[in-house]
């Protein structure tokens, strides 16, 4: 998934100097680095613009583009992904038995929800969102974990 490798790629802190890239230069630079128009899904919350990968696009763009706009972010401080999520960072949600990753993973994808997965101890791993995910989205998440005998953090 590539929002995961954005993620693990780049674990960059941000910079109280400069605010981060906004919405109009995270779309710019995604042309710029040829990745499709709607790839970018962009966001608002309390710590400005964010954008993540969209899940509406099976096929993985080419790995060149990712490179680009990934580099642009770490450059930047751009909140693309998790990447320089501001302090204290990206919130967990739960911790999830590692059997059931990629069920969560399916569970966040299909609410609308983008999450990491951090393993944490053998068998168990945290569940990892931004810090101020949309509320609608994490309802739903929450239901899910809570319906399947997850308690949330």
């Known amino acids: ?7 693990a790629l780049f674990a960059a802190g941000q910079s109280a100097a400069t605010p981060p ?3 109009a230069a995270m779309r710019a630079a995604a042309a710029g680095c040829h990745l499709p128009a ?3 899904r962009i966001g608002h919350d309390e710590d400005g613009d964010y954008a993540d ?3 509406a696009h099976r096929d993985p763009p080419a790995p060149d583009a990712v490179v680009c706009i990934i ?3 770490g450059e930047t401080h751009a909140r693309i992904g998790f990447l320089n999520e501001p302090p204290p960072g990206p ?19 299909q609410c609308g929800l983008l999450v990491r997965i951090d393993p944490v101890e053998p068998g ?5 969102t931004r810090r101020h995910p949309p509320a609608a989205p994490l309802a ?13 953090g």
């Open 71 to 73: 580099h642009w972010a």
């Open 21 to 23: 890239p906004d919405a």
């Open 91 to 109: 919130q967990a949600l739960a911790a999830i038995p590692q059997a059931s990753a990629v069920e969560a993973i399916r569970a966040a994808e």
């Open 124 to 128: 168990r791993a945290l569940l990892i």
């Open 38 to 40: 709607d790839w970018l």
């Open 140 to 152: 739903c998440l929450r239901a899910w974990l809570n319906a399947h005998g997850i308690s949330t």
């Open 1 to 7: 998934m590539i929002s995961i490798a954005i993620a």
């Open 53 to 55: 990968p969209s899940t």
